[in-house]
């Protein structure tokens, strides 16, 4: 078999960190990711992304505010905060955190095509917060050629 070389994978790692002024929020992430796909030098790939506490989810959706509205109105009808929980039994009060952080999805698998995060036209990332005003993280791993 002739032809070009084998091109071997690349992994780059890097970290949003997140410290919300609200217990529960929606913030925008796609133009942070974008920048870290192009600093890892991955032309052709995937990037995960990832919340690594249990409180926290990412998503990908459109970025209009009434549909952020909506997403927080419907979450709060399927997992109330305030109600109690049985994991409030162990000196916790965020049992609907850990909720709706499932029902969102706590990571998201992106395209990356010519070097650049390749979304949907309407498309964007979203880090979703749910027990905030404490400093947490969200893990982008790069990976491809």
Known sequence: MTGSPAKQMHVFTDYLWFNTRNRQEFVRITDEVATIIQNSGVREGMALVSAMH?????????????????????????????????????????????????????????????????LGPWEQLFYAEFDGQRKKRVVVKVMGI
Request: aromatic share 8%.
């Open 54 to 118: 249990i409180t926290a989810g990412v998503f990908v959706n459109d970025w209009e505010d009434g549909l952020v509205h909506d997403f927080q109105v419907w979450l709060e009808k399927l997992a109330p905060s305030g109600l109690d929980y049985r994991h409030h039994q162990t000196g916790e009060d965020n049992a609907d955190a850990h909720l709706k952080r499932t029902i969102m999805g706590h990571q998201v698998m992106v395209p990356i095509t010519e070097g650049k995060l390749d």
